[in-house]
């Protein structure tokens, strides 16, 4: 038997939840606390295999809520439950302990699905939640690297003056002239926007390039 515990101050969520979860003769919901303090002194002596915490609550914020829950009790896991699809919340809840999250407008195969899940030690996001953590991935990852496309060549080149080889040295290495190498070069120095070798070898290596 799962035994779960849901902590949120609004009745009709814990009420739909157990509608949700009347039929699954697996699944037994041991008590529903309406506020931090409730479930605090709950967990004081109870350990039960599921927590479906509600983000917002009268009396502590639940994220804080959350890492207390953490630091006591090692092994129930957490599912974070809100109305919030916010990338920077769902990332901060992960953080501090939880094991996934679902969002209140949730159908009940994602609720049980989310909860075989966790117990087989995964981490289980919503589908709009998990979209809106690689949309912010995706966007803060462009912003940050800002990679841009270097052909085959550029790379090739890239890599040899970072082991200290000058434009001669590569062309007689590639069997290319000179006048090639200096092309390449200066359309690498164009493209990571370096006015000197230093500046884009520096560049190169901060971008994770070589």
């Avoid at 120095?189 to 290596?205: D, H, Y």
Wanted: hydrophobic content about 45%; proline content about 3%.
């Amino acid at each position: 038997m799962i035994n779960i515990l849901i902590i949120d101050d609004h009745p009709l969520v814990a009420g739909g939840i157990e509608m949700m979860l009347k039929d699954e003769e697996h699944l037994n919901i041991i008590a529903c606390a309406k506020t931090a303090k409730e479930a605090l002194d709950f967990l004081a002596t109870n350990e039960p295999e599921i927590i479906l915490l509600d983000i917002s609550l009268p009396d502590i914020d639940g994220l804080q809520l959350c890492e207390l829950i953490r630091v006591k009790n090692k092994y129930s896991k957490i599912l974070g439950l809100t109305s919030t699809n916010d990338a920077s919340i769902i990332t901060q809840l992960l953080h501090r302990g939880a094991n996934g999250y679902l969002l209140k407008n949730m159908e009940r195969s994602e609720l049980i699905e989310a909860i075989d899940k966790v117990l087989d030690n995964k981490i289980f996001l919503s589908r709009a939640a998990n979209e809106k953590v690689l949309e912010q991935f995706s966007s803060v990852s462009t912003a940050l690297n800002n990679v841009p496309a270097l052909t085959r060549r550029e790379k090739e080149i890239l890599q040899l003056l970072e082991e200290g080889l000058n434009g001669p040295q590569i062309a007689e290495k590639l069997f290319l002239s000179p006048y090639t190498i200096e092309t390449h070069r200066k359309n690498l120095m164009q493209k990571l926007n370096a006015n000197s070798l230093v500046q884009l070898l520096n560049i190169a290596r901060n971008k994770k390039m070589i």
